[in-house]
């Protein structure tokens, strides 16, 4: 039987999150394939094709498949169905949007943001913002998961798998259409494969303030940078910067968590960090229950004197 | 137009959870219930479409016990037109939540339907996509702006990299993000008023939704715990433990 693993990417390179869905996904045992789709995508499938475990890399390349639109991506998947026993997709905008319409078509119930392999049926997820983990077993025909990137590490490359057209034959885009993208300009590592995190909360009390003490410190360390819930909702800081339940999930070495209390809907996004550092002047502040190393201070003081430091 | 909303009532977000002894699941005697959230931020979407004159009505559906009347009627009280509860003791997994309201759609014949994008009890983030694959309609997910004109909606939607903005052909169903607004909270009397609001009771069996678990629970447990560390006195002290003792830096 055979996995197939829908990539991630922008349009231009692998995001390293399919490396680890791919790392997620031998863990079931089966052949393991990688769908590659959208527009001008081939140099994205020859980086597919390098990733260890893959025996098998499929393209489609078309201009309906551009930016990645959910309806006509549901559309390929499923158009590929026969040949293949179980789904999978990194748990991203992307991979959120389209797998549960798959799984709908293909009347499977979901198994969302996985964080292990038990078995081939069988995988644990986290509930109520990770405060709970299941076993699940499904028992449809086809088995449809998204998996939560933090919890594997990524294929090795060195392989080198054939990599085949499939038909993109009627698929179109005329549900939905794209009109603009504003991602931001960003020379920092992404949050979510990022070594080290520096990350603001409503502490930080402007835009401004934010910009000035989290960013020297996160140069200084090639850092990523997160953000809370309440910084971003209070506009210091921009929605992809969200850290949490419903934000991003990540599990650097390092996660440095500045004027975030620690609400269990942020914990939800960054507990499985290897060292969480919190720096708070508030000594009661739930982070310091599960940080590290804690350190009681006024942020404009702490910070610009630890990027002195570093 | 009809606008169609969906809500759950889940565990409140502010309750710690606590899993059940024999890891069967979440303890749920004696706890708070409120309407999740996204759901609270979609009937706000809904009315504000509603008071610019571009809905018609807004109509609240809910599939879950009978105590669930109790959010329908906070939705109601928020100033939805009229609810529809489709009781079942069963828990409901996302595809036949999204089969069973598919069954309402064909009914009630809606031009938008507005899904929180997540339950944050369950945190499986497939209602809304799943239902427009079962409508073979368009869909925007994670929405934190909408537009309507009559052919289509333009939706701004959080994704990983920033914002996309889309534009879906009508009908359509939307998923709502945290920051598309900031719901209102019901007065008094609209919550007075919100008890003689229509309130259409259903059952799966009408939809001929077999809401049997398709998924088995096999266990329940807590995550493993982290531990609290140590404080540190300075700047100075926490960058040599950094450096020598958590060998991060």
């Not at chain 1, 920092?188 to 303030?209: C, D, F, H, N």
């Not at chain 1, 506009?235 to 949490?244: C, H, I, K, M, T």
């Amino acid at each position: 039987m055979t996995t197939l693993v829908l990539a991630d990417h922008d349009g231009t390179s692998l995001s390293d999150q399919t490396a680890k869905v791919v790392a997620a996904v031998a863990k079931i045992g089966f052949d393991v394939h990688v769908l590659v789709a959208g527009s001008h995508v081939g140099a994205i499938a020859s980086q597919a094709a390098e990733l260890s475990g893959v025996s098998k890399v499929l393209v489609a390349d078309t201009p309906a498949l551009e930016n990645n639109l959910a309806e006509p991506l549901t559309a390929l998947i499923v158009s590929l169905r026969d040949d293949y026993k179980t789904f999978a997709a990194a748990a991203t905008s992307v991979g959120k949007s389209v797998m549960p319409r798959v799984a709908a078509l293909m009347d499977a119930s979901q198994i969302s943001e996985i964080i292990d392999v038990v078995s081939a049926d069988t995988f644990k997820r986290p509930i109520y913002a990770g405060n709970a983990i299941q076993t699940v077993q499904s028992t449809d025909a086809k088995i449809v998961i998204t998996v939560r990137t933090a919890s594997f590490s990524p294929a090795s490359l060195g392989a080198t798998a054939a990599v085949e057209d499939v038909s993109t034959a009627g698929l179109s885009s005329d549900l939905s259409t794209f009109i603009s993208d504003a991602i931001s300009e960003n020379e920092r590592p992404e949050l979510t494969s990022a070594k080290i995190i520096v990350s603001g909360g409503r502490g930080l009390g402007s835009a401004e303030k934010f910009r000035e003490v989290i960013l020297p410190v996160a140069d200084k360390l090639a850092a990523a940078v997160g953000a809370s819930r309440a910084a971003v909702d209070s506009g210091y800081a921009p929605n992809d910067w969200q850290v949490g339940q419903t934000g991003k999930v990540v599990a650097p070495d390092l996660y440095i968590a500045c004027g975030i209390s620690g609400a269990i809907q942020h914990l939800a996004g960054m507990k499985d960090s290897k060292i969480i550092v919190a720096i708070n002047n508030d000594e009661e502040a739930p982070i310091f229950q599960i940080a590290d190393y804690g350190l009681v201070s006024d942020l404009f003081v702490a910070l610009p004197e630890l990027e002195k430091e570093l | 137009m009809k606008i169609l909303v969906t809500v759950k009532r889940v565990i409140d977000f502010n309750v710690k959870v606590r899993v059940a002894a024999d890891g069967s699941g979440i303890d749920l005697s004696n706890v708070k219930m409120s309407m999740n959230p996204f759901d609270e931020i979609s009937i706000e979407e809904a009315l504000r479409l509603k008071e610019a004159g571009t809905a018609t009505e807004v109509v609240v559906v809910s599939v879950g016990p009978a105590k669930a009347e109790e959010t329908l009627r906070t939705a109601l009280a928020m100033g939805a037109d009229r609810a529809i509860l489709v009781e079942t003791d069963d828990v409901v997994e996302p595809l036949a939540v999204a089969k069973i309201v598919k069954g309402v759609v064909e009914q009630e014949g809606p031009q938008l339907i507005i899904v929180g994008k997540q339950a944050i009890d369950d945190d499986c983030n497939q209602t809304g996509q799943m239902l427009s694959a079962l409508l073979g309609w368009s869909q925007g997910t994670f929405a934190s702006k909408v537009e309507i004109d009559s052919e289509r909606a333009t939706v701004t939607r959080e994704v990983d990299g920033g914002l996309q903005t889309i534009a879906l052909k009508l009908p359509a169903v939307i998923t709502t993000d945290l920051r598309l607004n900031e719901p209102r909270y019901a007065s008094l009397p609209n919550i007075m008023k919100a008890k003689k609001k229509p309130l259409e009771r259903k059952s799966p069996a009408d939809f001929d939704v077999d809401t049997k678990a398709r998924i088995k629970v096999l266990n329940t447990e807590e995550p493993e715990g982290r531990k609290s560390g140590v404080k540190v006195a300075s700047v100075a002290e926490l960058v040599e433990k950094l450096k020598n003792e958590a060998g991060v830096l």
